[in-house]
Structure formats: C-alpha cells, structure tokens
C-alpha cells in the first residue's frame, strides 16, 4: 500500500494543485460574476414593474377593443338587414339614374348640334337654295 501511495503521490499532487488553481479561479468567476448577477436582478424587477405599470391599462384597453369590436358587429349586421330591405330600391335607383345619365346625353348632344335652341324657342327656317 506504501508503494502505491508513494508512486501515486505525485500525480495526487498534481490533482490536488490543479483543484486548488480551479477553486481560485471559480473564486474569482463567482466574484465577478456578483455584478453581474446584481444587474440582473435589476434588470428583472424593472422590467417586472413596468410589466405591472402596464398591463392594467393595457386590459382595460383590450376590454374596450372588445366592446367596439363587437359594436362594429351589430352595426355592420344592421347595415347589411337594411342594404338587404332597400335592394329593390337601390336597383330602382341605379335605374333611373342610368335613365337621367342617358338623357343628359341626349341633351348634351341635341345642344351640340343645334346651340341656338338655348335662345330661340323656334328653329330657324331653313334658307332656301336660289335656283
């Protein structure tokens, strides 16, 4: 047993050297790592009260989207009820406006032809051809 603890010790030096150099180089990751970690606590709670300062207005904000959304519903259910009632109207409207759009071009063009019906009530007599 003496032997082997005499052969081995070298290398459980060697061991016992390198955990040590390790055990003080983790000193010093953690002790640097105390800022860091402060930091982020920081970080944490501010991020977590302005996730507080936030978010009750913000739920009040989404219960009032809700009641508008469903607002819009109903008024665009009443509007299409109403477009549905006022079908045979509105296509009797587009009719008669197609109808007043076409007579406006008649006159438009009977006026481009014969301007003078503006002033006289009579067209004038043709002129007659001397022979």
């Known amino acids: 047993m003496n032997n ?7 290398k459980i030096d060697e061991i016992t050297t390198q955990v040590s150099s390790l055990a003080k180089r983790l000193d010093s990751v ?3 790592l105390g800022p860091f970690i402060a930091n982020a606590d920081r970080t944490v709670t501010n991020v ?9 207005p913000a739920k009040k904000d989404l219960v009032e989207l809700e009641g508008t959304v469903q607002q819009a519903r109903v008024l665009l259910g009443s509007m299409q009820d109403l ?5 045979a109207n509105i296509g ?16 438009t063009e009977s006026l481009r032809q014969r ?7 009579k067209q004038p007599l043709d002129r007659k051809v001397p022979k």
């Open 4 to 10: 082997l603890v005499e052969k081995q010790s070298p």
């Open 30 to 32: 953690a002790g640097s």
């Open 48 to 56: 977590s009260a302005t996730l507080d300062a936030v978010r009750d």
């Open 83 to 87: 477009v549905r009632a006022n079908d």
């Open 92 to 107: 009797d409207t587009v009719q008669n406006l197609r109808s007043a759009s076409e007579n406006l071009q008649d006159v």
């Open 115 to 121: 301007p003078w019906s503006l002033v006289r009530i």
